[in-house]
Structures are given as structure tokens and as C-alpha cells.
């Protein structure tokens, strides 16, 4: 062991009368903890709300949307093999969505009808997770034989009770889209049973969205067998934005394909800018223990100035003197980083755990989430070595300006 590190280590530790170097040393050590601590919850919990957030935008919307410009799709099953073949996509499905008025017995709300594909759905959406009751095998056309069964339909459980409706019961659906007569246009209308009803967490959704088999959207908006577009999955979430722009140079100038992240921007992008806002409000923690350590170091320097002296005296240079206080200083921030990394990693495994923090009923998450990226773990210990690092050189550089021979002038 060079001579500096073995004093700088004796000087951590205090005589009988010199306790209160000791206490400041360890509250130095405390004070880093609890920031490095603190930053690594706060990261954790917005990396984990934003994950969470994330999950449940993409379960009940796909991760790319292909569109024709002001056009419906004609012949869409001969667009699927190209969609599918594109590297990249695991899942295509077509589908419809239209504003809708819903109303049963004396309540109608206004709602946005989507048409979707039972049997392709499942490769793109997560729908089945978010089902409270029934399933979206049960959406089916009408028999063919004229019988008297219904349409089904699938709806969010805020729509439900809006409507005060549940399983089994019928629905009429009114579209603005229907035949102009000379006393004007007649809204369509069509009676569906609720065959299933799905909860996302989110108002949003489970307030307006419902969901038909693509056949009943296509005789009830009278489109044939056509479709508005096509859902898309991707094996790399991150790399949406890629594929999308490689669909739209493939499908040709006619069609656009926008990428989850161009749909939902300033969501996340607010979700961003509040984790950097937190972020740095918490380093703040970190900053006021460096404060603390360049107080420590001072006080050790203005303690040892006769030892400085002996040892400058003995041959020592300034430089190793230098040493000896940054390397004090370092002990302490490394210290204090791996009780906070420690402390912080422990708390939020429990917080991941038992999820005892519950969350108001405005989020669409019921517990507080917790997500610990190995990456933003490296990077809180790496800013607050470097933070305490920086604190070291000016009680450091104090010193080694110790003159021998004022400091040794009355001794």
C-alpha cells in the first residue's frame, strides 16, 4: 500500500478527542448514501411508470398503422403477404373504426366502433388480457340462415356502466353514415349483444372503445369488403420508426405508416421530460453531500496542518499530499455511492414485491411501479464518484500550499 492511501485511511479514522472529524466524516458518507439512494428509486419508479404506461398503450394499439391517404383499403388480402413478409413484423391485422352514438334503454353516449379480425387480432393486439368477462371469439356475424341472433360486441367496463349494461344485454348502434332522403340523411342503426367487456386500466379506453368482428363493421358502415387499414406487430418495439419508414418507400406514395412512438409523442415525451426534471432535482441531493465532504476535507486539512508539515518536511511533494485528501475524499464518495446503490436497489425490490404504495384512481396504474435499468444504475455511480471527485480538489490543492515552515513556526 502507497503511503498515501495508508494515511489517508488513518485520517478517516478519529482519535478520542478528535470524535467530531469522525462524525462529519460519516454523515459525509450518509449524506452521498441517501442521494445516490434517492436518485436510484426515482429513476427506478419513472422508468417503471413509463414501462407500465407504455404496455398498456401498446396492448390495446398496435405498434404500426398503415393507412391509404382520404381512401379506404379495397383489396386488403392482397396487401397482408407484403405486410407480413417485411422484416421485422410478426403479426397483421386489418381493421375499421368509426365514431358510433351507443345507447341502451334510455342512456346513448358517443363511442369509436372498431372492426377487427377474431382470428388475426391476437398476432398484434393483447386484448384477451384486458377481458373481464366473455371473449373476442364470440365476436361473429349474424347465422346466415336469418335467425334471430345478434351481432356481438365487446366494450370497456366504463362504457358498461355509463350505459348500465352488462353481459348479454343489447345495444343499438347508431352511424351518421347512412342514406340521404329527401328529409334528409337517416342515421343506420343496429342491435348488438354485449358478448364480452375488457378493462385496460385507463378511462380513455375503457370509456369509449368497443369492438365487432370486421364482417359486422363492414354491412354496418356499408363498405363491403373493404377496410380503413392495417395493424401492425413488431419484434423490436424500438424499432418501429424503421420498419414504418421502410412500409411506406414498399406500399409506395399512397400510404403512410405511423410508428407508436409518432402517434403517442408528447405523451412519452412529457413522461421524458418529467424523469429528467426529478432527476436532476434529486441529484441536487448528491451535490449538497459534496458540500459536505469539501467541509470535511477543509476541517482535516485546517486539523493536519502540522502533519502536512512533518511529512513535506520528510520529502513528501505536494502532489502526494494532493493524493492524500482526494483519496480521503474518494473513500468517502465510493463508500457512501455502494451503501446508496445497495440501499436503493433493496428498496426498490420491495416496493416491486409488495406494491403496498397505492396509486389514485386518476393513473391508469393501481400500484406504484418499479423498473431498475442496469444502465441507469452505472450511470448514478459514475456521476457521484465523479461529483465527489471534484469536491476533493479544492481542499486538496489547500493542502498541498501548506508552507512547512509557518505551520512549524511556534512548534
Same mark, same amino acid.
Given at each position: ?88 413484423? =410478426? ?64 366494450? *370497456? ?37 354485449? =358478448? ?20 359486422? !363493421? ?10 380503413? *387499414? ?26 403512410? !405508416? ?34 459536505? @465532504? ?6 482535516? =486539512? ?36 455502494? =451503501? ?5 436497489? @433493496? ?32 450511470? @448514478? ?9 471534484? !469536491? ?20
Amino acid at each position: 500500500m502507497g503511503f498515501e492511501w495508508f494515511i489517508s485511511l488513518r485520517y478517516l479514522k478519529a482519535k478520542r478527542k478528535q470524535t467530531f472529524i469522525s462524525l462529519i466524516t460519516i454523515i459525509s458518507m450518509a449524506g452521498v448514501a441517501v442521494g445516490v439512494m434517492a436518485l436510484i428509486v426515482v429513476l427506478g419508479v419513472m422508468t417503471g411508470f413509463t414501462a407500465e404506461f407504455r404496455d398498456k398503450i401498446l396492448g390495446i394499439n398496435s405498434h404500426i398503422v398503415v393507412q391509404k391517404f382520404g381512401d379506404v383499403i379495397a383489396d386488403y388480402r392482397a396487401e397482408l403477404p407484403i405486410l407480413g413478409a417485411q422484416p421485422g413484423v =410478426v403479426g397483421v391485422t386489418p381493421y375499421l373504426t368509426s365514431q358510433v352514438m351507443i345507447t341502451a334503454g334510455s342512456g346513448g353516449t358517443g363511442a369509436v366502433l372498431r372492426g377487427i379480425d377474431p382470428a388475426s387480432v391476437r398476432d398484434v393486439l393483447s386484448l384477451d388480457k384486458y377481458m373481464l368477462q366473455g371473449s373476442l371469439d364470440d365476436l361473429n356475424r349474424p347465422d346466415a340462415n336469418g335467425s334471430s341472433r345478434l351481432p356481438s360486441i365487446v366494450i *370497456g367496463n366504463e362504457l358498461a356502466m355509463q350505459l348500465h349494461v352488462g353481459m348479454g344485454d343489447n345495444l343499438r348502434l347508431m352511424s351518421s353514415a347512412g342514406p340521404l332522403t329527401p328529409m334528409g340523411i337517416i342515421p343506420k342503426m343496429k342491435t348488438c349483444r354485449v =358478448v364480452g367487456i375488457f378493462q385496460t386500466g385507463m378511462y380513455e379506453y375503457d370509456s369509449i372503445l368497443s369492438f365487432v368482428s370486421l364482417a359486422t !363493421a363492414q354491412e354496418f358502415l356499408d363498405l363491403g369488403e373493404t377496410v380503413h *387499414g392495417f395493424e401492425l406487430r413488431v419484434d423490436d418495439i424500438y424499432q418501429a420508426h424503421e420498419i414504418a419508414g421502410e412500409l411506406e418507400k414498399r406500399l409506395g406514395p399512397t400510404y403512410v !405508416a405511423r410508428d407508436w412512438m409518432r402517434t403517442n409523442k408528447n405523451i412519452f415525451s412529457a413522461l421524458q421530460l418529467e424523469k429528467t426534471a426529478l432527476s436532476i432535482i434529486v441529484a441536487l441531493i448528491v451535490m449538497v453531500a459534496a458540500f459536505n @465532504i469539501v467541509s470535511t476535507l477543509i476541517m482535516v =486539512v485546517m486539523e493536519k496542518s502540522k502533519d502536512i508539515a512533518i511529512l513535506k518536511s520528510m520529502g513528501a511533494t505536494s502532489r502526494s499530499i494532493m493524493r492524500i485528501f482526494i483519496y480521503e475524499g474518494l473513500i468517502i464518495g465510493l463508500v457512501g455511492t455502494t =451503501v446508496g446503490i445497495i440501499g436503493g436497489l @433493496i428498496l426498490c425490490e420491495i416496493l416491486s414485491r409488495y406494491r403496498f404504495i397505492k396509486l389514485p384512481d386518476v393513473y391508469p396504474i393501481s400500484t406504484l411501479p418499479v423498473q431498475v435499468l442496469p444502465g441507469d444504475v452505472i450511470l @448514478i455511480s459514475v456521476t457521484a464518484v465523479l461529483i465527489t471527485f471534484v !469536491a476533493t480538489l479544492y481542499p486538496s490543492w489547500q493542502a498541498a500550499r501548506v508552507d512547512p515552515a509557518e505551520a512549524l513556526r511556534y512548534e
